[in-house]
């Protein structure tokens, strides 16, 4: 199976200051058809999950454009670039290219 | 509204059987994959199962495969966990999740609770 770990787990941060989330796989996620299979969810609390980016740069319909995502191979980033307070809860990133779909241990963003 | 909705979760014994329902609306059903997800209690996420639009291919976690099934029946729009020899690490959270291009997983649902406990 292809293990996802994140760093940092915690992310304190300021309304209006930048974050960003790095994303590791233990393979490269480069699919044949040359993207990466790399997804990026957003759980706020008492909520499912929603996809924020899928094949590592691809906002979902509705996100806004603070959040972007970028990487390639093995090493992955969300970034946001002004944090809002409707931001904070637990980000989560997936790799999509393998069976089993494996989930990364997820990072907790709070407001400082 | 686009949206799936589980429901079927239970407390139920060690060595029981469940089964969970997944009800789309809104959407195409048989052009796109479902998946199921769980979340144990303060946990993380851990892929479950898949099936294609058609219901002709399944794939499964390891920690499932051979206990649990899942299907679907595209006539009444609703995908099926057959779950069956529970265990307590089966515990958490059942969310049912759509997909397009079997990768984009964007439609969740709000989830059903399993708990497996004598």
């Known amino acids: 199976d292809i293990v996802m770990t994140q760093s940092p787990l915690s992310l304190p941060v300021t309304p209006g200051e930048p974050a960003s989330i790095s994303c590791r796989s233990s393979q490269s996620l480069l699919h044949n058809s040359g993207s990466h299979n790399l997804n990026w969810y957003l759980q706020k609390p008492g909520q499912s999950p929603q996809l924020l980016i899928v094949?590592?740069?691809t906002r979902a319909s509705g996100v806004p454009d603070r959040f972007s995502g970028s990487g390639s191979g093995t090493d992955f980033t969300l970034k946001i670039s002004r944090v809002e307070a409707e931001d904070v809860g637990v980000y989560f990133c997936m790799q999509a290219l393998q069976i089993p779909f494996t989930f990364g241990p997820g990072t907790k963003v709070d407001v400082k | 509204e686009v949206q799936v909705v589980e429901t079927g979760g239970d407390l139920v014994q060690p060595g029981g059987s469940l089964r969970l329902s997944c009800a789309a609306s809104e959407f195409t059903f048989t052009s796109y994959w479902i998946h199921w997800v769980r979340q144990a209690p303060g946990k993380g996420l851990v892929w479950v199962a898949r099936?294609?639009?058609?219901?002709?291919?399944?794939n499964y976690a390891d920690s499932v495969k051979d206990r649990f099934t899942i299907s679907r029946d595209n006539a009444k729009n609703t995908v099926y966990l057959q779950m069956s020899g529970l265990r307590a690490e089966d515990t958490a959270l059942y969310y049912c999740v759509r997909s397009f291009h079997y990768y984009d997983m964007d439609v969740w649902g709000q989830g059903t609770t399993v708990t497996v406990s004598s």
């Open positions: 099936i294609d639009g058609a219901g002709t291919v399944a």
């Open positions: 094949l590592t740069s």
